[in-house]
């Protein structure tokens, strides 16, 4: 009479396949993730639409500040206050 042994065990080869292929997988998504970000980044410079902080959207707002001061929109208190504001973040 045959004797069949159902418990499969893998062996120690193909666990350290699929240990290397969850690492593979798992850069590849690290690596889309950060390049899909500097890509939006860089269309976003490209375009003239920076994040909110950066030195961009910073001066941005001061050139807007400037021409509604000087279109008379905004008195000369109003300014100075944006002004400081925009300069403290």
């Known amino acids: ?6 418990d499969y065990a893998p062996h120690d080869g193909a666990r350290l396949f699929f ?3 969850l690492l593979a997988v798992l850069g590849a998504a690290v690596t889309a993730i950060v390049l899909a970000v500097r ?7 490209a375009a003239g639409t920076a994040p909110v902080g950066s030195t961009a959207a910073a001066s941005d ?3 807007i500040l400037d021409e509604r001061f000087a279109r008379g ?9 944006r002004r400081s504001v925009l300069r403290t973040t």
Request: proline share 0%; no cysteine; net charge negative.
């Open 39 to 45: 890509e939006r980044q860089s269309r976003q410079a």
């Open 73 to 81: 929109e905004i008195d000369d208190e109003e300014y100075q206050r």
């Open 19 to 21: 240990v290397l292929l």
């Open 1 to 6: 009479m045959m004797h069949y042994q159902y």
């Open 61 to 63: 707002a001061m050139r």
